[in-house]
């Protein structure tokens, strides 16, 4: 009998100095601003507590034509919840109703409220803060980089770019013109006669790739989308061309992008990295090789550990105060 209860003491004793388990992540939808009727909003991801927590900050792609604040990557949600880290993730107004400036806007005026009034809605400290965000969101991450005054800590681009008028982007897609040919009354079937931010009830995403495929078929992303004509117009173009603004003030950037992108090219991220070389900006580049957008098709060890270095880059980057 005291042989046993002695035991039930070591189970409760053991039970007791067990690593606590991280506190779940409770998401909050805040509006970080309205422009006529339309609502701009951002989920913040955080323990359900007041302690002050450094931030992760998400923006989603989608070509700038489609997705929304919902698309955060289950990885990043959960390295937030484990290191005890908010995340933010933003909306913004997309294209064509609204043109690139009036984008970058919306991500400007996003930053000017967390770093505003994060600290006393969500208990973030916005002097550690990481950006991050996938394809259109990578280069707006990019942006980042060369528009706010206070520095994030880092940024972090998934097969991200950093201009708007490469041929890429202003010529025919011989990849995407194998596919079934979109028709220009079917494409504008989605273009809305009011801005959206792809968060609205009944946000027709596949209407929207179809637009997309549209654009790229015929070499019309770039006029369409940032209001500019790339020929014309080139010189309005520099400024939101990340590429073509690195200074030796710039984030620390890490770069993922696989070697077999169809949709984004592989050089973009070469692009970028060779800027960052030039300009002795802090960097890492992580090719994976064989893979396309999105690290799709690529061996899925090396997928793995790309993924795994993000994480850890961003984990380095919010460690010090």
Known sequence: MLRASFAALVVLASASVSPAQPA????????YKTVGDVKIGADVHRPDDTTVRPVVV???????????????????????????????SIDYRLAPEVKLPEIIA?????????????????NIDPNRMVVA??????????????????????????????????DWYTKPSEHYRKSPLVTKEDAYKAVSKTPLTGSEPGFDGKARGRLYLYFRQNGLWTK?????????????????????????????????????DTDVPYQLSVDMAKEFMLHKVPHEFVTVKGAGHGLSGGDKKLVAEA?????????????NK
């Open 58 to 88: 998400w923006i989603h792609g989608g070509a700038l034509i489609l997705g929304n604040k919902t698309g955060v990557p289950r990885n990043l949600l959960d390295l937030c919840r484990d290191e005890g880290y908010a995340l933010v």
């Open 24 to 31: 779940p992540l409770v998401k909050k939808t805040y509006t």
């Open 224 to 260: 369409e989308v940032t209001g500019f004509d790339p020929v014309t117009d080139k010189k309005k173009l520099d400024p939101y061309c990340p590429v073509r603004n690195v200074t030796k003030d710039y984030p620390p950037t890490l770069l993922i992008h696989g070697t077999e």
């Open 106 to 122: 919306d991500v400007d005026d996003a930053f000017a409220w967390i770093q505003k009034d994060g600290p006393k809605l969500f």
């Open 133 to 166: 965000g996938g394809s259109a969101g990578g280069y707006l991450t990019l942006m980042t980089g060369v528009r706010l005054k206070v520095k994030p800590k880092a940024l972090v681009a998934y097969w991200g770019y950093g201009d708007v008028d490469g």
């Open 307 to 319: 993924h795994d270095k993000a994480l850890a880059f961003i984990r380095t980057h919010l460690k």
